[in-house]
Protein backbone atom coordinates (compact mmCIF):
# COMPACT_ATOMS: atom_id res chain seq x y z
CA UNK A 1 0.00 0.00 0.00
CA UNK A 2 1.10 3.93 -0.79
CA UNK A 3 -0.38 6.77 0.74
CA UNK A 4 -0.05 9.91 -0.61
CA UNK A 5 -0.63 13.28 0.45
CA UNK A 6 0.06 16.29 -1.24
CA UNK A 7 1.14 19.79 -0.18
CA UNK A 8 1.46 23.39 -1.44
CA UNK A 9 -1.26 24.78 -3.56
CA UNK A 10 -2.11 28.17 -3.09
CA UNK A 11 -3.57 31.14 -4.88
CA UNK A 12 -1.04 32.93 -7.05
CA UNK A 13 -1.55 35.82 -9.71
CA UNK A 14 -0.49 34.70 -12.88
CA UNK A 15 3.56 34.95 -13.78
CA UNK A 16 3.76 33.51 -10.28
CA UNK A 17 4.90 30.46 -9.14
CA UNK A 18 4.18 27.51 -6.83
CA UNK A 19 6.49 24.25 -5.63
CA UNK A 20 3.52 21.34 -5.15
CA UNK A 21 4.91 18.51 -2.76
CA UNK A 22 3.63 14.64 -3.08
CA UNK A 23 5.15 12.79 0.36
CA UNK A 24 4.84 9.45 0.17
CA UNK A 25 4.57 6.60 2.80
CA UNK A 26 4.53 2.82 2.54
CA UNK A 27 6.70 0.47 1.34
CA UNK A 28 8.87 0.56 -1.66
CA UNK A 29 7.82 3.62 -2.73
CA UNK A 30 11.12 4.24 -4.71
CA UNK A 31 9.63 1.24 -7.11
CA UNK A 32 6.54 3.68 -8.17
CA UNK A 33 6.40 6.33 -11.12
CA UNK A 34 4.75 9.44 -9.83
CA UNK A 35 2.49 11.04 -11.99
CA UNK A 36 0.72 14.75 -11.10
CA UNK A 37 -2.87 15.15 -12.71
CA UNK A 38 -4.85 18.06 -12.64
CA UNK A 39 -8.39 18.90 -12.80
CA UNK A 40 -10.34 22.01 -13.68
CA UNK A 41 -13.77 22.90 -13.27
CA UNK A 42 -15.60 20.80 -15.93
CA UNK A 43 -12.73 19.37 -17.43
CA UNK A 44 -11.17 15.95 -17.19
CA UNK A 45 -8.50 15.28 -15.33
CA UNK A 46 -5.27 15.16 -16.95
CA UNK A 47 -1.85 14.15 -16.59
CA UNK A 48 0.48 17.48 -16.13
CA UNK A 49 3.89 15.88 -15.68
CA UNK A 50 5.11 12.14 -14.22
CA UNK A 51 8.02 10.97 -12.99
CA UNK A 52 9.35 7.13 -13.67
CA UNK A 53 10.75 4.93 -10.84
CA UNK A 54 14.21 5.69 -10.85
CA UNK A 55 13.86 9.42 -12.21
CA UNK A 56 15.53 9.06 -15.53
CA UNK A 57 12.48 9.29 -17.41
CA UNK A 58 9.94 12.14 -17.21
CA UNK A 59 6.99 13.53 -18.90
CA UNK A 60 5.63 16.47 -19.60
CA UNK A 61 2.30 17.70 -21.65
CA UNK A 62 3.05 20.26 -23.83
CA UNK A 63 0.78 23.05 -21.95
CA UNK A 64 3.29 23.05 -19.10
CA UNK A 65 6.80 22.37 -20.88
CA UNK A 66 9.24 24.95 -20.10
CA UNK A 67 7.35 26.07 -17.26
CA UNK A 68 7.18 22.71 -14.84
CA UNK A 69 9.87 20.64 -13.62
CA UNK A 70 9.28 17.77 -11.50
CA UNK A 71 11.68 15.86 -9.36
CA UNK A 72 12.01 13.15 -6.80
CA UNK A 73 13.85 12.97 -3.66
CA UNK A 74 14.22 9.20 -2.99
CA UNK A 75 15.31 10.00 0.61
CA UNK A 76 12.34 11.83 1.46
CA UNK A 77 9.40 10.02 -0.22
CA UNK A 78 8.77 12.96 -2.19
CA UNK A 79 8.21 13.99 -5.65
CA UNK A 80 7.49 17.73 -6.29
CA UNK A 81 6.28 19.37 -9.15
CA UNK A 82 8.44 23.15 -9.43
CA UNK A 83 5.19 25.44 -11.25
CA UNK A 84 6.77 28.49 -13.29
CA UNK A 85 4.93 31.48 -14.91
CA UNK A 86 1.69 30.41 -14.06
CA UNK A 87 -1.34 31.17 -16.26
CA UNK A 88 -4.90 31.35 -15.01
CA UNK A 89 -5.61 28.30 -17.00
CA UNK A 90 -3.31 26.25 -14.85
CA UNK A 91 -6.46 26.49 -12.41
CA UNK A 92 -7.27 23.23 -11.22
CA UNK A 93 -6.97 20.80 -8.14
CA UNK A 94 -3.79 18.90 -8.87
CA UNK A 95 -3.65 15.30 -7.57
CA UNK A 96 -0.32 13.24 -7.35
CA UNK A 97 -0.60 9.74 -8.01
CA UNK A 98 1.25 6.48 -7.79
CA UNK A 99 2.14 2.93 -10.04
CA UNK A 100 4.10 0.43 -10.09
CA UNK A 101 7.79 1.27 -12.13
CA UNK A 102 7.02 3.04 -15.51
CA UNK A 103 5.13 6.25 -16.53
CA UNK A 104 2.08 6.19 -18.27
CA UNK A 105 -0.08 8.53 -19.39
CA UNK A 106 -3.98 7.82 -18.30
CA UNK A 107 -5.51 8.42 -14.35
CA UNK A 108 -6.89 4.63 -15.06
CA UNK A 109 -3.51 3.33 -15.04
CA UNK A 110 -2.34 4.51 -11.94
CA UNK A 111 -3.67 2.94 -8.29
CA UNK A 112 -3.15 5.01 -5.42
CA UNK A 113 -4.37 8.53 -5.27
CA UNK A 114 -3.78 11.60 -2.90
CA UNK A 115 -6.74 13.94 -2.00
CA UNK A 116 -5.45 16.81 -3.93
CA UNK A 117 -4.65 20.65 -4.05
CA UNK A 118 -6.54 23.60 -5.10
CA UNK A 119 -4.21 25.75 -7.22
CA UNK A 120 -5.49 29.05 -8.30
CA UNK A 121 -3.63 31.57 -10.58
CA UNK A 122 -5.73 35.05 -11.10
CA UNK A 123 -5.08 36.81 -13.89
Known amino acids: QVQLVESGGGLVQAGGSLRLSCAAS????????VGWFRQGPGKERELVSA????????YYADSVKGRFTISRDKSKNTVNLQMNSLKPEDTAVYYC????????????????WGQGTQVTVSS
Open 97 to 112: AARYYSIKYHARDYDY
Open 26 to 33: GRAFGNYA
Open 51 to 58: ISWGGSNT
